[in-house]
């Protein structure tokens, strides 16, 4: 199976490369903190070899180059290859050596079965059609005893308080979209059970819920719409004539620093498959 083979029905509407760089390093802004504590209280082995999957612009990646030292292993996998160049650019320029980046679908990686001390993914299985087989080959891939570790969305957590119209629509927009694409709005909420429906055991489940009150943290989720938005529009979910009253209202609410704003909920769940007896 080739790689367009195998993303043919995993269409990514954000966007990509350097033109998405700048979204995707304020949303490790937002998230990156609290993951990198649960996955520090996880445990990534100095020495080991982690398998980062969907790895987008490798600001993760580089967290668990530094984790594993020198001496470890971390492979990037991203069917991207404007992903994969900035990842390898930003890798290159912090010195990590130890990085093997792999232009390669989530449904086949091409990584050696049963070899890694971790597995990881962030935001990737909302994005795909057959979250299942993404999992399944992640399972493949984890070594007896290791650990796989999914972060993923919960877009009910979306909201602001006061409720503002505008912040309710980004949410309704973002809901149509992945009912259009068969995608589950709350995928993230699923996973303890997908993880024991492919083997891996006694998942554990914890949640990052950031909320902002101002800065550029608390209009993540807003320009992650408005970039992308033109698919939006030629779905026929919108208008442009809706998109520039959801921009002014939006940027209202974003200067206003009585009114909170809540980000999608992450919810990330690891397991461990069974170690051979």
Known sequence: ????????????????????????????????????????????????????????????????????????????????????????????????????????????????????????????LCHLVRPFDALREMVAIVKPGGVVICFDIDFSGLFSFPSAGCCSRIQELLAAHNRHRGIDNALGLGLPRMFLQVGLVKPEMAFIHPVYLRGEEKRLWEY?????????????????????????ALAVVAADETMTVAQCRMPVTWGRRPSIR
């Not at 990590?96 to 050696?112: E, K």
């Not at 992308?228 to 998109?243: H, I, M, N, R």
Request: negative net charge; proline residues 4%; glycine residues 10%.
């Open 224 to 248: 992650s719409f408005f970039e992308a938005s033109p698919w939006f529009v030629k779905s026929g979910l919108t208008s442009d004539a809706e998109l520039n009253r959801l921009k002014a």
């Open 1 to 124: 199976m080739t790689i367009i083979e195998a993303i043919a029905d995993d269409p990514y509407i954000l966007a990509t490369g350097a033109d998405g760089a700048q979204r995707l390093a304020l949303l490790d802004q937002v998230y990156g903190p609290d993951a990198e504590r649960i996955m520090t209280a996880i445990g990534i082995p100095h020495g080991g070899r982690v398998a980062d999957i969907g790895c987008g612009t490798g600001n993760t990646t580089r967290w668990f180059a530094r984790k594993v030292g020198p001496e470890g292993e971390v492979a990037a996998v991203d069917a991207n290859v404007d992903q994969l160049a900035v990842a390898r650019s930003h890798a290159e320029a912090d010195g990590h050596g130890h990085i093997h980046f792999l232009h390669a679908s989530a449904y086949w990686t091409g990584l050696p079965r049963n070899h890694f001390d971790v597995v990881h993914c962030r935001l990737l």
